[in-house]
Every structure is written in structure tokens, then in C-alpha cells.
């Protein structure tokens, strides 16, 4: 049976490279890892069943990203609870005590800023990009990109 190849690369090797980004995006979403782990699977079982084809590897990981949002947004809309933060920085990490600490207070941001944060500093995006991405105006991610900035000093540097 002959391998599948998602932007030529094999399946394993796409969940290995891309644990880190999907596992951010989903824990940033859910405050939780077992909810997270959750969605984290749906994502990449999606991208195995559906088997969609990409021109490249940015256009797959864009697809894994917005896939693991609407996984994210769905979940939370079947299951509408909400978790303590502080049981998040207990679990076991694929993340640098410093990047769990953004991790952290990006996760008591609204979820639209969250995203566009995460997007634009955990996996470098651009304003363009992130506006491919959540399908939104460039003009739109850049001002909550401004003011995000500005709620996330406010909450990570207790100003």
C-alpha cells in the first residue's frame, strides 16, 4: 500500500513537524491538555481521511491551523465548560517554561486576539498571512494585532 504524501511529505512526518503548532493552537483555544489532545487528534485525523492535496508546505500548515480552530470552536460549542488556567501550567509540555508563561497569558485573552497573537509570534505569520488564514482584512488583524500587543502587556507584565 503505497504511503500518503501530504505536500510530499509522509504522513508521520507532517504530525511530527507540525505537533508543536497544532498542540499551541489548540492549547491557547482549550486551557486544558486532555481537550486539547482531543482536538490535536481530530485535526490530523481530518487531514488522513480527507486527504486534501497542497501546493506547498505553508499551505499545509495554514490547513492544519484553521482546521484545528473550527476544532477548537466546535469542541467548545458542544461542551461549553471552562477550566482553570493554573491546571494547564501542571500538565506535561512540548514548551519552554517561558513559552508556557505567554502560553498562559495569552489564554485569558479573548479568543480573536489569542489567535491572532499566537499566529503572528508562536509561528511567525505575517499580518497578510494571518488574514489568509482566519479570513479576515489584513486592515482588521492589524489593529487587534496593536491591541492585543497592548492586553498582552497589561497581563503578562502586570501593568
Request: glycine letters at 4%; one cysteine or more.
Given at each position: 500500500m503505497a504511503e500518503k504524501l501530504f505536500a510530499g511529505l509522509a504522513y508521520e512526518d507532517v504530525v511530527r513537524k507540525y505537533t508543536q503548532t497544532v498542540a499551541g493552537v489548540?492549547?491557547?483555544?482549550?486551557?486544558?491538555?486532555?481537550?486539547?489532545?482531543?482536538?490535536?487528534?481530530?485535526t490530523f485525523?481530518?487531514?488522513?481521511?480527507?486527504?486534501?492535496?497542497?501546493?506547498?508546505e505553508n499551505h499545509l500548515k495554514a490547513w492544519l491551523i484553521k482546521?484545528?480552530?473550527?476544532?477548537c470552536r466546535n469542541?467548545?460549542?458542544?461542551?461549553?465548560?471552562?477550566?482553570?488556567?493554573e491546571s494547564v501550567k501542571d500538565q506535561p509540555s512540548?514548551?519552554?517554561e517561558d513559552e508556557m508563561d505567554i502560553?498562559?497569558?495569552l489564554m485569558r485573552m479573548e479568543p480573536d486576539y489569542r489567535d491572532i497573537l499566537y499566529l503572528h509570534y508562536c509561528e511567525r505569520y505575517k499580518?497578510?498571512?494571518?488574514?489568509?488564514?482566519?479570513?479576515?482584512?489584513?486592515n482588521t488583524i492589524m489593529v487587534m494585532l496593536k491591541r492585543g500587543r497592548e492586553k498582552l502587556k497589561k497581563i503578562y507584565g502586570g501593568e
Amino acid at each position: 500500500m503505497a504511503e500518503k504524501l501530504f505536500a510530499g511529505l509522509a504522513y508521520e512526518d507532517v504530525v511530527r513537524k507540525y505537533t508543536q503548532t497544532v498542540a499551541g493552537v489548540c492549547l491557547t483555544r482549550l486551557q486544558n491538555w486532555a481537550d486539547t489532545e482531543d482536538c490535536f487528534q481530530n485535526t490530523f485525523f481530518k487531514l488522513y481521511t480527507k486527504s486534501p492535496s497542497f501546493k506547498d508546505e505553508n499551505h499545509l500548515k495554514a490547513w492544519l491551523i484553521k482546521v484545528a480552530i473550527n476544532e477548537c470552536r466546535n469542541f467548545l460549542k458542544k461542551n461549553r465548560k471552562t477550566v482553570s488556567m493554573e491546571s494547564v501550567k501542571d500538565q506535561p509540555s512540548y514548551y519552554s517554561e517561558d513559552e508556557m508563561d505567554i502560553t498562559w497569558a495569552l489564554m485569558r485573552m479573548e479568543p480573536d486576539y489569542r489567535d491572532i497573537l499566537y499566529l503572528h509570534y508562536c509561528e511567525r505569520y505575517k499580518v497578510k498571512e494571518i488574514a489568509e488564514i482566519l479570513g479576515r482584512n489584513p486592515n482588521t488583524i492589524m489593529v487587534m494585532l496593536k491591541r492585543g500587543r497592548e492586553k498582552l502587556k497589561k497581563i503578562y507584565g502586570g501593568e
